[in-house]
């Protein structure tokens, strides 16, 4: 009897530990991570394991969240008259700077792999941004989170040529709760957004997109259809293409969103940005304001017959630059990313194939190669330089 209540104990003691181990299992299983060393744009440059990337100056963490289920934490945030996809992975990336958290970036991929939303917002809900991909990785809208509203663009393509944008904003309200078609009944909050919004949205302005005959983006217009504070229709725009006209200076009432290498540091809830076009109507300078009229940085676009060549931002502690170069039918082939006069990332597209190239210190650490919007192969080029063992 005492050597059964002793193995009975003895099981008890060793079930506990083993049961706790289990539990652990299935949690990882059920969210599953992966960490990488990074840097400060958040990219995924060397896989490692978490105390390896901690110790670096920025890690990386992507958590898998399972398939066809919307998060709760980010449901109110998603535009659900977007079409949803019917099957779809969400992932929360985590970036660290000195083993503090920095950001958290959302991304929801269609089956395939390609991205559907991806959306950042900060931990007081204070802004935020979310983008839409279609299934052939065209960007079909943007949204940025205001305090109390939701600036939203759409954008309409034909034939895989973007004809013209359309902006709102509209009140951070939800207006309608909406379930997932054929999931769990993920309950979702729906912002007043749409086509036609009503109540007291504002219809802020339209972008027409006008091309050469090459395909080359000749000019934009932009007609302002409501101030953003007193309501009033104006009727300021693009110069159209052509010559004879003189530069122009002229006022966006709101926030604009460039490329993705700089919308993180000009897509701020209160910029003012004035606008300077040269003599064929094509954007050459863009200052940045904030609320009280002060300078926060200055957007440079360098032409080279009707297409550009570089952008570059110049702010108060951060210089960017962006550089493009064409082949002889006009079409685009490399794209440079430069931060502070550092190569960060390098794009180069060789017919059918589009080669990532990242540089972390000025050294390529990461080389990718896309075909048709999938990842085909990854190869990691060399330690990361100066890591510490």
């Known amino acids: 009897m005492l050597i059964q209540e002793n193995f009975s104990a003895l099981n008890n003691h060793c079930l506990k530990p083993f049961i706790l181990v289990i539990l652990l299992f299935l949690a990882s ?20 394991y978490s105390r390896a990337a901690l110790r670096e100056k920025y890690a990386l963490k992507i958590e898998e969240y399972g398939p066809n289920k919307i998060p709760p934490e980010i449901s109110e945030y998603i535009d659900t008259s977007v079409s949803i996809p019917p099957s779809f992975t969400v992932e929360l990336y985590t970036l660290y700077e000195n083993s503090q958290e920095k950001g958290h970036r959302w991304v929801l991929r269609y089956f395939r792999g390609t991205p559907w939303i991806v959306l950042s917002v ?106 953003m504070e ?18 122009k200076t002229f006022t966006d009432p709101g ?16 910029t003012r940005i004035e606008y300077i076009t040269d003599s064929h109507g094509r954007v050459v300078t863009e200052i940045h304001k904030d609320a009280e009229g002060k300078k926060t940085g200055e957007l440079t676009n360098i032409w080279s017959g009707d297409r550009l060549v570089s952008i570059t931002w110049n702010g108060e502690n951060d210089t960017r630059r962006i550089e ?66």
């Open 230 to 247: 007193k309501s009033d229709i104006t009727l300021t725009y693009f110069t159209p293409l052509g010559p004879g006209y003189e530069n």
């Open 122 to 227: 900060r931990e007081d809900a204070s802004r935020g941004f979310a983008e839409y991909y279609d299934e052939s990785d065209f960007l079909i809208q943007e949204d940025t989170f205001l305090k109390e509203s939701i600036i939203s663009t759409r954008h309409i393509y034909k034939n895989r040529i973007l004809l013209h944008s359309e902006t709102w904003q509209n009140p951070r309200e939800q207006t309608e709760t909406v379930s997932v078609p054929g999931k769990d009944e993920t309950e979702v909050q729906k912002p007043d957004a749409g086509d036609k919004p009503s109540g007291a949205a504002l219809h802020l302005w339209t972008d027409t997109y006008r091309y050469t005959r090459a395909g080359a983006l000749r000019s934009m217009e932009r007609i302002f259809h409501s101030d």
């Open 255 to 270: 926030p604009a969103v460039s490329s993705d290498f700089i919308s993180d540091i000009i897509n701020r809830a209160d």
């Open 29 to 48: 299983m059920a969210y599953p991570e992966e960490w990488y060393i990074s840097n400060a744009a958040g990219m995924a440059l060397e896989k490692a």
């Open 324 to 389: 493009y170069e064409y082949d002889s039918n006009g079409d685009r082939i490399i794209e440079r990313n430069f931060r502070n006069g550092i190569l960060e990332r390098l794009v180069r597209i060789e017919k059918d194939y589009e080669v990532e190239e990242l540089y972390l210190q000025g050294q390529l650490v990461l080389k990718a190669v896309w075909k048709d919007g999938q990842k085909i192969s990854e190869e990691q080029i060399r330690q990361i330089p100066g890591r510490r063992p």
